[in-house]
Each structure stands twice: as C-alpha cells, then as structure tokens.
C-alpha cells in the first residue's frame, strides 16, 4: 500500500467544466453559473469551482435563491392557453354551445374550471341551455403570467405568485449558484502539476518552476503497518522502569511449578489453610512430587552475576561473612514452626505436619514463592536489600470476566533493619505517587504471611470511590526466622496484579479482552504508549 | 473471606449509636473488616422485603466475628463501650459434671472429642438462627467443610449421661436423624443422603470407613453420628433451656477453638457455662473441657514501638490493646515486657507480631507515622533473561510484528496432536485438578497460542504477523521442582501467501540485532569455532514436507539447534480451524 487514503484532491486537467470556466473567463470577468452553465448539474460545478478555487485560479461566491418551476399544468396553459381562454376561444369559433356539449370541444377539466372564469371576466354568458360569446376580443392574462415566469423563474407580484402555488400551478425550490471571477493565479488553461518533489526534479532543477498539488491538511497521513508491543508488556515495562529506579533488583521467577513447600510451608500457611484447597490451587498430578529443598546453583549463579556490583560498591573495607545455607536445617525449623512455634517467639499452628503435603507440586499461586526463596538465600548474609519480580501466576479460578485462571503478579520486596509500618505506607504512597495514584489508605488485613497486613486503598476519580489496588505487610517473624534472617531484619512485601491497574487505567472490562488469545490484534495495535504517571 | 450478613438496627442498637453508612464503613475500615453492603440501599425485591441488613467482610482468620454476637462484642469493645467480658466455668449444682466416655475403636475414625454445657440458656428466633448459623460458617471455615472438626447440640433434659463415643459398624447404628420420622441404619442413612444438597458432600468424609463415629446417651440413644447429622430425639428448640454441645474432631487444636468461639458467642445468653468431663484415656486426652483461662504470653515494649514507629509508654500501649480486647498489665518481672492475656476467642494470636498489629489497628493505621525507610541505597538490576527477552520483543515489534499474550495452559491437544506431535505423556506438566476442562498441562509450545490468537482474530486484514516472547515449562526429574522454565520465541504470519521468506526475513533480523552473523552449512560444520547461523531442511510433521527448516547456531564451540520454522501442514490448520 502507498499513499493515504484520503490525500491531496486529485485534478484531472480534463475536467472540461473546469475548462470551460477558465475559456469563459477569458472573454467575461464575471460568470455566473446559473446563466453561463445552465445544464451543468450543481455538484460538478461545485467540484470544478473546488478545484480551481484550491489553486487560485478563481474566486467565487455561492448564492442561494429560491425559484418558482411551473407544474405540468401550467406548462399545458403556456402551450395552450388558460382553461377561461380555451373555452372563450371554442364558443367564437362555434358562434354557439350547448352546455352539456362543452367537455367535447375543450375536455372536462377546461370546460369545468374555465367556463367560471369566462363568466367573471365577462367573456362569455349563457342564452337559455348554451353559451354564447360576449367579447369580442380577450387578454389571456393567465398565460402571460405564466409564460413571466416560466422565463424569469421568478413574478414581481408576489401575491399572485403565491396564489399560483396555491392552485399548483408552480413549486418553489432551492437555488444554488455562483458568482465567479479571476482568481490572482487566473490562465485561459489548467497549469501541469505535480504531485510529489522526486529527486530527478531536483537533479534538472525543475521543481524550481514545478507547480506543485496542493495538499490536502485535514485528512490523514499513510498507514505505517507499524508492529507494536502487548499493551500489558507496555504496562509491565513502566512498572519495571518504576522498580529499577527505585533501586530494585529483579528476582528469577523462571519456574511455574512449585513444591507446597515454597509456595505455603516457608510462607507459614498452615497445611489445612483454604488457600490450600483444590478449589484454588492447581495441583500437579505428574510429575508426582518435589524434592526437599536444596541448593539450586543455576538460579544462585544468576542472582551471585546480577548483585556482584552492589556487592562491590556497599563492600567498601569490611570483610563480610558469607554463611552458607542449610537447606537440611531449615526444612526442620519450617517444620516446628508450623507445629509449636520452634524457637521462634510463636506458638505455631499445633497440628501434625506432613512432609508429603509439603513436596505436593503445585503451579505456584503467588511469586511470593520466589521471594521466600530469595529470602532465604539473604540470611547467608543478611544486609539492606531490595527485590521485584512481575511474572505469571495460577489460580483454579472459574474463568468470568474478572478472572482468569493465570495473570501476572507484580511484586517488591524490601529487607532492611529497623523497618516501620508507617515507613512501608510512606514507601508505597510514592510508589503508587508515580502511578498518578496518590492520597492512599491503609485497611488491615489478614494474610496468613504478613504481619501486620495492609489492603491498599486508592481513590479512583472515574468510578468515584476507592478501590482496593494491592495488598501490602510486613512478614511474619515465623517465616523470616526460620531461614535465619536475624530477628531485628524486618522485609517489607507488597503485590498487586498487573492486569487489573490496566483495566482500570484503560477502560477494559473483561480480563479476557487483556490476556489470552481472545484479544483482539486491532487493539493491540490501536493502544497508545503507556506512562502510569501522564495517565 | 466470610461474609455476614447482621441487622442493621440491631448492631446499631448494640454499637448504641445510628450510624451513617459513610461513619460504618469507615469504622469497619479502621478496624480491618468490610462493609460489603448495606442492603436499605438496595433496590432488589429479596433486600426490601426484609429489614435492612449489612453485609460485612470478616478476615478469615476471625473466628470471633462470624455471627452477629462477635462482631457487635468486638466492635464494642473496640468502641471502648465495654472491655471483653471473662468468661469461667461454673460447677454443677449437683457437683457431678456431665461425663463423655470415648472409646478406642474412634482412634480409627475421628479420635476426638470436646463439649460444654449452656445452662439456663435463653433463645430467641434471632439467637437461634445465630446459633445455627455460626455453626454453619465454622463447619464451612474453620473446620473445612466438617473434615476436621464438627458440632452437635442437643437439648440436654432429653438426654442422660454418661454419654459415650464410639465408633461402631454402620449397620449397628439406628437412629431416627434430625427432622426425619424413619429410622435408619448407618448404611441406608447413607443412601437416604445421598442425593441431598446440604448433607450430601459430607457424606465421603466417613462412608467408606468401617465404622461410624457415633454418640450414645446412658439410654443407648444415638445423640449424633457426626460429622453427618444429630439425631431428631435430643434436637434442641426456641424452648431448649440447657443444651449440651459436643464437637469431634481430627484436629486437637481446632477442635478446643471451636468450643471457645461457641462459648464466647453464645455463653453471654446462659446462666452459666458448665464443663464437661472427657473420660479418654487410650489416648491421654482424659481432660475437663472447656479451658476458657485466657493465654498468657509477653510482649516487648521496644519491638511494638519499633515496629509501628510509635514511642508510647507501657500504660499507654496496655489502653489500646484493651480496645483489641486483650488484657495487658507491664511485666512484673521485666519492666521491657507487658504481660498480655490472650482471650479465648483470639485463636489467631500466635506471636508478639500480631499484637503490635492490634497495637498498630487500635493506634489508627491511618496516623501512624510516615517516615521513609530508605536508610541503604539498594543497587538496581535486571534479571538477564527478562533483559534478552525485551531486546528480541522489541526488534520483532520494531520489524512491524504484533506481540500477543496468550494463556500458558491449554490441552494437551492443541499442545500435541493438533501440531502433529507425539505426546509420551513425560513430557508436559499435567494438571491434576483444572475447573476449566481445557487446562490440562503447561504448555511446551509457544505455536497453539499464536494459532489459537490468529484463529480468535480471522475478523483482522491479511497480513496477520504476530509473535510471542514468553516461558514454557518442562518436566525435568533432575530439578528439584521437577520441572525447567525455558524462554521461547515464537512469531506466526497468516496471509494469502504462505508467508516463508517473512519468518525467515525476521529471524534474519533478529539473529542480527543479536550479533549473529549468516553463515553457509559447509562453514558452520567445517569450523565449529566459528560463531553464526545458518539453516537446513528438516523433516517436522508440523509443517509441509520439504518446506520447514531447523535454525543452527554455532556459539562459544559448539553448535546448537535452537528453533524450526516452516509452512505449517494444512492438517494443522485444520485443526486450528485455520484453513
């Protein structure tokens, strides 16, 4: 495809109306269109006037009249006479008519409407049963008013006018023509355009004298058949920039399936938690189940490569102690803290924990799952530290138009010493602050892994209320310590979903017009750039 | 999250005070419920029909607030209107308390057993519908659906004790169950519930077992077979006065919570609650139930102010957790720590955190103080599979194709068979309990969601270009997950060509943009050290015979297949209804 589809004005220098103008103007400074192209229907003569206007070759002016059309009636009395006069005529020639004779020598309709009016004007009278003639000679004036207008398309007597088109004889309608002149770039012929500067009119130096088309400035340009990114992954990208401005470092979220262990056991959800029901987590029949947990040296190479240089930069001279993790130690700790609290400063659930409920395979319901282990590879050496992950999740929903049984989490997590609730809500008013959300409130909340837990509150101006926009908290001791974080580490966790502040940013209702394969390519293609802080 | 539905006029009668419903969903706010709806704003014909009710959200951790009693006591004591009242066990008239005996077989069933006795109870129909509704929100909560814990309640001046539990051949038991007139062995009482809508997915909980559990008066009249149903001889009334709750369960924890949320709630409505003797002595747990002394536990001053920002003193801290219904005295040992009495309807106090939470909720999460926990500067990094991942998403975009995200489970269909692959069924993970019959497995295959997407979107001018740049999952037995994410790409043009030379073209360009140069067959065989790509024909049943092509990286000395592309087989897109 090349050009718009709705460029310049296209000219066709054959336009002979277009022509005729120009010759007319030639030898008549003012035309006007009514009298000078009288069997030229109006829209061609608007076209060729647009066209010539377009390039100053003429000036006009558009005046809209009214004028009076005769019936088919009247165009029968112009030809023939008006009905009195016929009637009149008919009687001098016969010397005599009897009445009932009449219609046989002028029709019925005449010999109806016009013996009256002969009778008024005194034309004619009647001798018993017949007419008979009274004057000699007549004006039929009828028929001149007729044949006025007929010519003139217009009567000076305006109630007379009027009482023709009361008796049908005329109709009105609406008149368009033109006044025309010489426009400043006036010649007797169509000038050659060209409709584009090509680079051989450039090397001959002929687009110098070049009369170029003009363009047409309200339509639009040319497709770009341009690609484009998943309006989501446009989403997903701002809240990554948002992270890594922040200082975060992003967390691998590279596995879907889970063990029970890291998705619920180390987040100290309790093994007959509801979350846990069949009803809302995606268990895995095959392969059958995980293995304890240990060390997974891929996944520790990448995080080693990615934090090398924040290690560098805060080592400064200390010498800091690196204590290697015991997976063995911590499968223990999980499991007292579930039963009796262990040493950690809680009572725990009091229930009999089963090591198989905790190797089930699951498809991971939250990225938390990675956080804890993420987590848990920071007590080797506890310090300040900053993560987020944004990645797909799974839930055993019934699908509808606000779930899908997968959406992707977005997820910080910020691991600091002498941490405070009123810090997390200061933290996350600037997060969201950069999303254009600001004016937060804090709910308290239950989360069987955060403690205290906060449900974040915005105010959404279109749906006027406030809207639940993310979950929010401090993890509970009971997680933290059994990984050996010390007790005065305090980690921050917030998530929010990211399908659902671009539904509410963009007007989507249906989650399934967002994700999945049922989402339509021309919006894909339509949505504009995304920045959360422009709106 | 449960919901309950409570008596507008009621609670506000309670909370003595006609709230706005603006003033009641900020106070529920504060506290950490939500006011779902008021229904006098409603306009459906079932809301107006009876008199206004809200509609609150309790956290499912809150045992205590799941029937009118709890939250109107909670919010009350959180109102300061009343502190939370103590409550004790008062000794029988007569000195004798009831007496549950618990047999041996019940280890084989459901092992254990709690109760009380309500003296002097007084209901109204309000109480009672209460009653048996908060029975029910713990049935569906606390006890997952009756698996773990069940409760029974009898009129107890139509009953005798001792009682006993027992677990018996479903055969030996007979009764006449609740509101029914037959009676009815085990068995057929099985089959008789079989098809009902309430009872009917409780029935698995016990039916294939050998025996019963089941609960006899000394008269040898069956009080319940739980957790299935009560029978109809010892039902309790509008008139019942003294009413006897047993509760068995699986779990020793729970079981003692639900005793406690029962008294707590409904204790107030009695002259006095009475406890009951478990005579069970097989498996040590012979004990008089219930133990409604408060849990004693510490708190340190330091850690709740720490935590919440807050430098109040110890009195100060003790006034507001009182509004949490704690009660708190500083520690007569240690001036650093409060002693805290947990109330038996706080099952879900397990640490110090959740009281600095509760200090935190009476203190107003909205006014603590603010202040900005940057005290390090963190080092931003990507992960460098997210970072290649976005370089590829944006040259193919930047190529003029169109990114689409579809779903990462599907059938094992449309990720085998219709693509002309073979599943030996090691190969994908499968799903063991999908609500939607479509989601089998995790995709192995990028290719059906870019089909399935160009299937939904047929409407849409030819070309159609469309790519995808996301994981597919593996089963990997060496993992300790049993499974490896890999990150794909995969990119699918429709028009009225077959489009060959444009798959080709992009990955052309994208193998450019990734710094890998074009080489001959003969050269990237020849020297293995030499970086760069070429392509060869390849046999695939997914695509058109002679038409498909592996893609052959050489890379750091050695030399890789990593992808195919091709004209898809026409009985592929037959299959995608594509044709």
């Known amino acids: 495809m090349s050009g718009g589809t709705r460029g310049a004005v296209p000219l066709h220098t054959k336009n002979t109306v277009a022509q005729d103008m120009l010759t007319h103007l030639f030898t008549k400074p003012t035309l006007n269109s009514a009298e000078d192209f009288p069997s030229v229907p109006q829209p061609e003569i608007k076209a060729a006037l647009d066209r010539l206007a377009s390039r100053s070759m003429v000036e006009y002016v558009t005046i809209d009249s009214e004028q009076a059309t005769l019936t088919p009636e009247a165009e029968a009395i112009v030809q023939e006479g008006s009905h009195e006069f016929k009637v009149w005529s008919a009687v001098k020639q016969a010397g005599r008519i009897a009445i009932k004779d009449l219609p046989n020598f002028v029709g019925a309709d005449s010999a109806r409407v016009g013996s009256g009016n002969a009778f008024k004007n005194k034309w004619i009278k009647k001798d018993g049963d017949s007419l008979v003639l009274v004057a000699e000679e007549v004006k039929d004036v009828t028929r001149d008013r007729l044949r006025e207008i007929q010519d003139t398309k217009t009567l000076s007597d305006a109630k ?99 063990s029970a262990f890291w998705n619920f056991e180390a987040l100290y959800v309790p093994q007959q938690h509801p979350a846990r029901d069949a009803q809302d987590t995606f268990f895995i029949s095959y392969p059958p189940k995980s293995d304890k947990p240990r060390a997974d040296p891929y996944t520790d190479n990448t995080l080693d490569d990615i934090e090398a240089g924040a290690r560098r930069l805060y080592a400064a001279n200390e010498k800091r102690k690196r204590v290697p993790r015991d997976y063995e130690a911590y499968w223990e700790n999980i499991k007292a803290v579930h039963e009796n609290g262990g040493d950690f400063g809680s009572i725990g659930y009091r229930y009999s924990w089963s090591e198989d409920e905790a190797l089930r395979l699951v498809l991971r319901t939250h990225t938390t799952a990675v956080s804890t282990a993420v987590l848990h590879r920071l007590a080797e050496d506890p310090r300040p530290a900053r993560y987020f992950s944004i990645d797909r999740v799974f839930r055993n929903e019934t699908v509808d138009a606000t779930h899908l049984a997968e959406f992707h989490q977005v997820e910080g997590v910020i691991a600091d010493f002498g941490l405070t609730l009123g810090g997390l809500m200061r933290f996350l008013e600037d997060f969201f602050s950069k999303m254009g959300i600001d004016g937060l409130r804090f709910k308290p909340a239950y989360n069987p892994y955060t403690e205290p837990s906060m449900e974040i509150f915005g105010y959404h101006t279109g749906l006027g209320k406030w809207v639940e926009i993310g979950n929010s908290g401090m993890f509970r001791p009971e997680m933290l310590e059994p990984m050996g974080l010390p007790r005065d580490m305090r980690v921050y966790g917030f998530g929010l979903s990211l399908e659902r502040p671009t539904m509410i940013k963009y007007g989507v209702s249906n989650i399934r017009e967002l994700l999945g394969h049922k989402v339509d390519l021309g919006f894909i293609q339509s949505n504009p750039a995304v920045r959360l802080d422009k709106n | ?345 706080r099952a879900d106090v397990l640490h110090q955190a959740d009281v600095m939470e509760d200090y935190a909720i009476a203190y107003g999460f909205n006014n603590l103080p603010r202040v900005y926990p940057n005290k390090s500067a963190a080092v931003a990094a990507p992960l460098p599979i997210n970072k290649l991942g976005d370089i590829v998403r944006f040259e193919a975009a930047a190529a003029g194709w169109n990114e689409v995200m579809p779903l990462i489970l599907c059938s094992r269909e449309e990720n085998f068979d219709w693509l002309n692959r073979k599943d030996d069924g090691t190969t994908a993970i499968t799903l063991a309990n999908p609500k939607t019959v479509e989601y089998q497995i995790v995709r192995t295959s990028l290719l059906p969601g870019l089909l399935k997407t160009i299937n939904s ?80 024909e390849v046999e695939d049943p997914t695509f058109l015979k002679g038409h498909s092509a592996a893609i052959k990286l050489n890379i750091g000395g050695k030399n890789h297949t990593i992808g195919v592309f091709g004209i898809l087989h026409p009985s592929v897109l037959r299959k995608f209804e594509l044709s």
């Open chain 2, 457 to 536: 979107n047929r409407h849409h001018a030819v070309p159609i270009k469309v790519f995808e740049s996301s994981d597919v999952s593996y089963v990997d037995l060496t993992q300790e997950r049993k499974s490896r994410n890999e990150r794909h790409f995969a990119a699918a043009f429709m028009g009225k060509t077959s489009g060959f030379e444009q798959i080709h073209g992009l990955l052309d360009r994208i193998m450019a943009m990734l710094k890998s140069a074009f080489i001959t067959r003969e050269e990237g065989l020849q020297n293995v050290k030499l970086d760069g790509y070429w392509i060869e």
């Open chain 1, 160 to 258: 007379l006018l009027n009482d023709y088109k009361k008796r049908k004889l005329v109709t009105f309608s609406k008149v368009i023509s033109y006044t025309i002149n010489k426009g400043p770039k006036y010649a007797i012929e169509m000038p050659v355009e060209v409709t584009d500067l090509t680079v051989e009119m450039i090397a001959s130096g002929e687009w110098e004298k070049a009369n170029f088309k003009g363009y047409n400035f309200a339509a639009l340009g040319a497709p770009q058949n341009a690609g484009s990114l998943h309006p989501l992954n446009k989403v997903r990208t701002e809240f990554r920039t948002l992270f890594f401005n922040l200082g975060f470092t992003e967390m691998p979220t590279g596995h879907f399936v889970d």
């Open chain 2, 1 to 345: 999250m449960p919901t309950i539905s409570v008596d507008k006029a009621a609670l506000f009668k309670a909370l003595e005070k006609e709230y706005t419903t603006e003033e009641f969903d900020e106070l529920c706010f504060e506290f950490g419920i939500e006011l779902d709806e008021d229904t006098s704003q409603s306009k459906k014909p079932e809301d107006l029909a009876q008199p206004p009710q809200l509609k609150i959200e309790i956290p499912a951790n809150r045992y205590d607030m799941l029937c009118f009693e709890g939250i109107a006591m909670n919010l009350r004591v959180f109102l300061e209107k009343e502190k939370l009242p103590k409550w004790t066990v008062t000794p029988p008239a007569n000195g004798q308390p009831e007496t549950i005996i618990v047999k041996e077989e019940t280890s084989k069933i459901r092992p254990l057993i709690s109760g009380v006795v309500l003296r002097g109870i007084e209901f109204t129909q309000e109480r009672y519908d209460s009653f048996i509704a908060l029975q029910d929100k713990l049935h569906q909560n606390l006890a997952r659906q009756r698996t773990l814990v069940s409760i029974g309640t009898h009129d107890l001046d139509t009953i005798k004790g001792p009682y006993t539990y027992e677990a018996l051949a479903p055969e030996q038991i007979e009764f006449v169950p609740l509101n029914q007139t037959q009676k009815m062995n085990g068995k057929q009482l099985m089959e008789f519930y079989e098809k009902d809508k309430h009872l009917g997915r409780y029935l698995h909980i016990i039916r294939d077992s050998p025996v019963y559990p089941v609960i006899y008066d000394a008269n040898r009249t069956v009080l319940s077979l739980p957790p299935i149903i009560n029978g109809d001889h010892s039902k309790i009334t509008l008139n019942t006065k003294n009413v006897l709750i047993e509760i068995t369960a699986l779990d020793k924890t729970k079981v003692e919570i639900v005793n406690h949320i029962l008294v707590a709630m409904f204790g107030g409505y009695a002259e006095s609650i009475e406890a009951i003797h478990v005579d069970s002595p097989h498996n040590r747990e012979s004990r008089d139930v219930p133990n409604l002394g408060p849990r004693e536990m510490q708190a340190e001053v330091t850690y709740l102010n720490e935590v919440t920002g807050l430098n109040l003193s110890p009195p100060e801290i003790s006034k507001l957790l009182e509004k949490m219904g704690y009660t708190v005295t500083p520690s007569s040992s240690d001036e650093k720590y409060l002693d805290v009495s947990v109330p038996i309807t």
